[in-house]
């Protein structure tokens, strides 16, 4: 049991380069989500997937989309890269009722 | 996005000490969870608070969820050097979809 796992840990892009970044989680949870970690800013959601189907934007999510690909997966892509989406990104999954998430490990992204 | 003050930023404490941190919002939250960051790993999950007044323990940690609904504290007793981290609290509000929202977190350092 993996819990929530997240590829690749550590990628660098160039300015206008796009990527996507990959999560699964093995719990049999219905929602999952994206965040990104800056220092002093705390986590901020970007997209969430409250159930297999849909998708919603969170607090920041200009400059992203998402795809959950069925229950397991959620993606997180990046068509154009830029300089302040360098952050750590975190995928956390919960059963939609009780709104415990359990994170993933992250994804360092630099981009220059 | 919510604002959520988490004090103290960072402490320094002797290994045996006991530490205490709190978070407090202008908004209520129905929810309120603690977790622990590592360097290089994602958040782990420690308590969850789901009732007004509510205490719950874990090991040595206990938070209380605040009798306002806008605040919580976190307490760790007997701090051993395994305790270091960053600790974050985050909070769910009413009526709000399925996002929690961050404090920016306590740095935590044991002095052996």
């Known amino acids: 049991n993996a819990g929530v796992t997240q590829t690749p840990k550590f990628q660098v892009l160039k300015t206008g380069q796009s990527m996507t970044l990959q999560c699964a989680q093995d719990?049999?949870?219905?929602?999952m989500y994206w965040y990104r970690q800056d220092p002093g800013m705390g986590l901020r959601l970007i997209y969430y997937?409250?159930?297999?189907?849909?998708?919603d934007k969170g607090e920041v999510p200009n400059g992203y989309n998402v795809s959950r690909l069925n229950k397991r997966e959620f993606s997180l892509r990046l068509e154009s890269a830029a300089p302040s989406q360098t952050s750590v990104y975190f995928c956390?999954?919960?059963?939609?009722?009780?709104?415990?998430?359990?994170f993933g490990p992250g994804t360092r992204l630099t981009v220059t | 996005g919510q604002q959520l003050n988490q004090s103290p930023q960072s402490m320094f404490i002797q290994e045996g000490e006991d530490v205490s941190m709190n978070c407090t919002s202008s908004?209520?939250?129905?929810?309120w969870l603690w977790y622990k960051q590592d360097p290089g790993e994602g958040p782990v999950l420690l308590i969850a608070?789901?009732?007004?007044?509510e205490l719950t323990s874990n090991g040595r940690l206990t938070a209380q969820f605040g009798i306002t609904r806008k605040d919580s504290f976190l307490n760790i007793s007997a701090s051993i050097p395994s305790d270091v981290g960053i600790y974050f609290c985050?909070?769910?509000?009413?009526?709000?979809?399925?996002?929690?929202?961050f404090g920016t977190g306590t740095r935590l350092t044991v002095i052996p």
């Open positions: 719990m049999n949870h219905n929602s």
């Open positions: 997937s409250a159930s297999e189907g849909t998708t």
């Open positions: 956390a999954s919960s059963a939609v009722v009780d709104y415990e998430q359990y």
């Open positions: 908004s209520i939250f129905n929810t």
């Open positions: 985050a909070g769910q509000l009413i009526g709000g979809a399925n996002n929690l929202f």
């Open positions: 608070l789901y009732k007004a007044g």
